[in-house]
């Protein structure tokens, strides 16, 4: 499955941003996807994840009530809503599938990965 991460910017501490990932080649309904971000000098960290049929989600403790992860299987698309951001969310932001609900927060665990988004968040 091939990834295109969209929807990067520039935002103020406090708004809002959606990226958007869509996804071509196999079935995307059969891929568990997930979103993570790497900060200039910093390793690459667990955002959050989505089942293949949008019945459990699951966030990192720094974005959770804030961030939220959906998907439209009818398009091949998962979706990053992000509010109330801060500076410290600033990164570019991935996104990634793979086959199964285990070890979703570990980024070795994702077979194919998008080109990244750019996000940044001014105080």
């Known amino acids: 499955v091939q990834l295109q991460a969209s929807g990067g910017g520039l935002v103020q501490a406090g708004g809002s941003l959606r990226l958007s990932c869509a996804a071509s080649g196999r079935t995307f309904s059969s891929y568990v996807m997930g979103w993570f971000r790497q900060a200039p000098g910093k390793e690459r960290e667990f955002v959050g994840a989505i089942t293949r049929n949008s019945i459990s989600e699951h966030y990192a403790d720094s974005v959770k009530g804030r961030f939220t992860i959906s998907r439209d299987n009818a398009v091949n698309t998962v979706y990053l809503q992000m509010n109330s951001l801060k500076p410290e969310d600033t990164a570019v932001y991935y996104c990634?599938?793979?086959?199964?609900?285990?070890?979703?927060?570990?980024?070795?665990?994702?077979?194919?990965w998008g080109q990244g988004t750019q996000v940044t968040v001014s105080s």
């Open positions: 990634a599938a793979k086959g199964f609900w285990t070890e979703i927060a570990t980024s070795a665990a994702y077979d194919y």
